[in-house]
């Protein structure tokens, strides 16, 4: 299926020193990996990352972007802005963001599009609460919610979006989805973009899983034939644990 990539998501943890420290022990460890290696940072530590990981193999990410170029947006730092630093991913509609700060399907579009416009690659998360899994509606959020963010993205875009599936109810809780039902919600996902893109750059997307996965799990989730890599949130804050899981996406 798709390329692996494994990115960590720090949240709002590390100051640039930090950073800086965290990537230097990341380094050696996943010098040889065979999938793509991120690291999502806060907006002030990623001049410290770009630094720390020139001339690796590991990629930075932003946590969030704004779709104007410029202006007054107080606050807000833009994808064009992330872009010209030589940030190459962010990530966006992650569920923190959803249910703290606002975020909904339609303003997810429009990262998503200036993202993609300033040249960034997406790591678009979707996923569903835990009363809509009960319910029964997992596969309609997560596709309405991947279709919705798509709006306007072009066949040829799609190789600059990766999108993760995070159950909102696995993200930080300790409560891992099955390797199944990771993998049924992937494949799912992949349907979608069949249905919307055709076979191939379905087949080609990179499909993530995310939802506390740790280096004990990670080899079972990695293993399913539809997920294509994880979005690591605290496993990510620690190297050996983050490099276990680099090695287990071959
Ligand atoms: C995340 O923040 O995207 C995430 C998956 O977090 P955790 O791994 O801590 O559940």
Redesign the pocket.
């Known amino acids: 299926m798709g390329q692996y990539v494994i990115a960590g998501?720090w949240?709002m943890n590390k100051t640039p020193a930090e950073a800086a420290a965290l990537i230097e022990e990341i380094k050696p460890l996943v010098k040889d990996a065979s999938c793509k290696v991120v690291v999502g940072t806060p907006f002030i530590d990623l001049q410290a990352a770009l630094d720390a990981t020139a001339g690796t193999n590991i990629g930075v990410a932003a946590q969030n972007c704004y779709w104007e170029k410029s202006g007054a947006f107080t606050g807000e730092i833009s994808a064009d802005m992330l872009a010209k630093m030589g940030v190459q991913y962010v990530i966006l509609g992650?569920s923190?963001r959803r249910t703290f700060f606002g975020d909904n399907d339609l303003t997810v579009q429009k990262r998503v599009r200036g993202a993609l416009d300033a040249g960034l690659t997406v790591i678009l998360?979707v996923g569903e609460y835990l009363e809509q899994r009960e319910q029964g509606i997992t596969g309609e959020i997560c596709a309405m919610q991947t279709k919705i963010a798509l709006g306007g993205v072009s066949a040829e875009e799609m190789s600059r979006v990766i999108i993760?599936y995070?159950p909102v109810w696995?993200?930080?809780?300790g409560k891992t989805a099955t390797a199944e039902q990771a993998n049924e919600v992937c494949h799912l996902i992949r349907e979608t973009l069949a249905g919307l893109y055709g076979a191939d750059v379905a087949a080609a997307t990179t499909i993530q899983y995310?939802?506390?996965?740790?280096a004990g799990n990670a080899a079972e989730l990695l293993a399913q034939p539809d997920v294509d890599g994880g979005?690591?949130?605290?496993?990510?804050l620690k190297a050996n644990d983050f490099a276990t899981i680099v090695a287990a996406a071959k």
């Open positions: 998501n949240k992650h923190e998360c993760a995070e696995a993200i930080g809780t995310g939802g506390s996965m740790n979005l690591i949130g605290g496993a990510s």
